[in-house]
């Protein structure tokens, strides 16, 4: 229940395809990985420049991300998508001009598993405007797996430490119209218990991600 808590606070004090021609999906450990943040396929570094492509119910948008931006915030991401971590997790929280938010598993049993396996803080050496991609985070060091895409230039959280590691560069329209009427309604603590069986009995219109693959540009 940490992860993303200063977000709300800001929110609230501020009122496989996937792949292109001749390019391959990294090879990955599958379910087994995931169920153990230490493997060695979870912790695989990342290309200096990578693609994430995220099939959604909404649409595909896809995210472009910079290692030199956030490295250990790139390596995070590529492994979890990789290994299939996103697939079938809702955007749960989508505050309109804000962010839209996403990362908690639909599998409680997974969720559990990452739910303390933080990674550190990378510097923020870019600006948290409209597009970027930016792992949530409660407080210093407590990153694990829940993210969110800047819906305007919120460049009020970088002195908050919040790390722009990519950007939405294809489908950023597709963002926009991610399903916002629950707002900040679904609760992270049932859905770290309860899973999609919470989500889709008590907020059944949230968008999903069908899919999510990596790709080099």
């Not at 200096?48 to 649409?59: D, I, K």
């Not at 049993?109 to 949530?136: E, K, Y």
Request: net charge neutral; glycine share 10%; with cysteine.
């Amino acid at each position: 229940m940490r992860q993303a808590v200063v977000l709300a606070v800001v929110a609230a004090v501020l009122v496989s395809c996937g792949k292109r021609a001749g390019q391959s999906q990294s090879t990955a450990g599958g379910r087994g990985a995931l169920l153990d943040p230490a493997s060695p396929e979870m912790r695989a570094e990342a290309p200096a420049v990578y693609q994430a492509r995220f099939e959604t119910s909404a649409g595909v948008f896809i995210v472009e991300v910079t290692r030199a931006w956030a490295p250990l915030g790139a390596d995070r991401l590529y492994n979890l998508v990789r290994n299939g971590f996103y697939d079938g997790a809702r955007f749960f929280r989508v505050v309109p001009g804000f962010v839209v938010q996403f990362g908690l598993p639909g599998d409680p049993a997974l969720g559990a598993r990452w739910r303390m396996a933080s990674i550190p803080d990378d510097p923020v050496l870019q600006h948290n405007t409209r597009a970027t991609l930016t792992f949530a985070t409660a407080g210093p060091a407590t990153r694990t797996t829940q993210l969110f895409i800047n819906l305007g230039d919120n460049v009020r959280l970088d002195a908050m430490g919040f790390s722009p590691l990519g950007q939405v560069v294809e489908g950023m329209e597709v963002v926009d119209r991610i399903y916002a009427a629950y707002g900040e309604q679904p609760d992270q603590g049932m859905i770290q218990m309860r899973g999609n069986a919470y989500l889709a009995a008590q907020f059944p219109r949230l968008d999903s991600i069908a899919h999510a693959t990596i790709a080099t540009p």
